[in-house]
């Protein structure tokens, strides 16, 4: 089970952390992904974590977010910071490839002033 928190609203240049509560799977050896659905577009990829704390970003965010994780407490992290109006949408975690699990509820992220 996969359940994201902390989004809210925030104005552009602020800051916010999101954070998804894992449940019901082996966390710590597998890889794991943030993922965003802006109004009225598809779902897309923002970064991943690997088993061994290995990241990769989307060119939009890199040196603007950061993914962590917690392996003991079961939950993903994604610090976003100088965020953008375009980044405004609803924030889901789960994995980055291969089986992806149901997707739980994300969390809505508004950046606006």
């Known amino acids: 089970q996969l359940q994201a928190s902390g989004g809210g609203l925030v104005q552009p240049g602020g800051s916010l952390r999101v954070s998804c509560a894992v449940s019901?799977?082996?966390?710590?050896?597998?890889?794991m992904a943030w993922y965003r659905q802006p109004p009225g577009k598809e779902r897309e990829l923002v970064a991943s974590?690997?088993?061994?704390?290995?990241?990769n970003y989307i060119d939009s965010v890199k040196d603007r977010f950061t993914i962590s994780r917690d392996n003991i407490r079961r939950n993903l992290f994604l610090q976003m910071n100088s965020l953008e109006v375009e980044d405004t949408a609803v924030y889901y975690c789960n994995r980055p490839t291969g089986d992806m699990f149901p997707w739980g509820r994300g969390t809505l992220v508004t950046v606006s002033s």
């Open positions: 019901g799977i082996n966390f710590r050896i597998i890889a």
């Open positions: 974590i690997s088993s061994d704390h290995t990241t």
